[in-house]
């Protein structure tokens, strides 16, 4: 079975940094676009940031451009998100997904890790 198990949250405060990580298992990583999105209490599942199938493109979210990047290790099968200059409005669950397609729409991403708890305190 396919797993995607993220780790790295937890309680940081305004301005602070973390890293996720994601560790993948199952299925062939380098063949897999890889992508994090979040769920904030009372909002719906948004797109974070995406990284294709060898770590040359990437996208983000508009407005977390400049204090997020996803990078990928292969050879480890783990892609991370480093968080920077957190914000309040940061705090969510972030979950980690897998798709053979490039794709910033949470829709198009078959595999879906449970997801870890960032918590940006003022």
């Known amino acids: 079975q396919v797993q995607l198990v993220e780790s790295g949250g937890g309680l940081v405060q305004a301005g602070g940094s973390l890293r996720l990580s994601c560790a993948a298992s199952g299925l062939t990583f380098a063949n897999y676009a890889m992508g994090w999105f979040r769920q904030a209490p009372g909002k719906d599942r948004e797109f974070v940031a995406s990284?294709?199938?060898?770590?040359?493109?990437?996208s983000y979210a508009d407005s977390l451009k400049g204090r997020f990047t996803i990078s990928r290790d292969n050879a480890k099968n783990t892609v991370y998100l480093q968080m920077n200059s957190l914000k309040p409005e940061d705090t969510a669950v972030y979950y980690c997904a897998a798709d053979r397609t490039y794709s910033s729409a949470a829709r198009t991403y078959y595999y879906w890790g449970q997801g870890t708890q960032v918590t940006v305190s003022s």
């Open positions: 990284i294709n199938w060898s770590g040359r493109s990437t």
